[in-house]
């Protein structure tokens, strides 16, 4: 059973990303820039989600698939992945008294599936190389 996430989900190395947070937190923006460094979209707004063997898999629906809103200039077209495993969530907050200094391991459920989560300000111009760290850090485990 599908599960519609609010969210937007790259794929940075191998790893799927999903990047979650209210409306106007910078989810597309953040994933923009990721994309910017070579990042590959996976869908941008919602993303529909199932556990699959133990693992969550997304899958961009087709009328969005391949479209992100870049804010200021329009809906546009992008290359894509149809789906992919999401391995890290990222909840993005504009608070800077929410993102931890030194954040312990968390983790949250989705669709059942247990999953590593860290809080971030999409904002600073470091954002995306902090995401590529973190999901650079789930290869490096075991």
């Not at 799927?16 to 910078?26: C, I, K, N, Y």
């Not at 200021?72 to 929410?98: C, K, N, Q």
């Amino acid at each position: 059973m599908c599960e519609l996430i609010h969210a937007t989900c790259v794929t940075i190395g191998g790893t799927g990303v999903m990047l979650r947070g209210p409306s106007g937190t910078g989810k597309s923006d953040l994933a923009l820039r990721l994309i910017d460094r070579g990042a590959v979209l996976i869908g941008d707004d919602y993303v529909e989600a199932a556990a699959r063997d133990g693992t969550l898999h997304v899958t961009v629906p087709e009328r969005i698939a391949g479209l992100i809103e870049v804010r200021g200039v329009g809906i546009l077209p992008f290359p894509y992945r149809a789906s992919a495993t999401i391995g890290l969530v990222v909840e993005l907050h504009v608070d800077s008294d929410a993102e931890e200094r030194l954040p312990e391991a968390r983790q949250t459920v989705i669709a059942g599936v247990s999953l590593p989560i860290y809080r971030l300000n999409p904002r600073p111009a470091s954002a995306p190389i902090k995401v590529e760290l973190l999901a650079s850090r789930l290869k490096e485990c075991p």
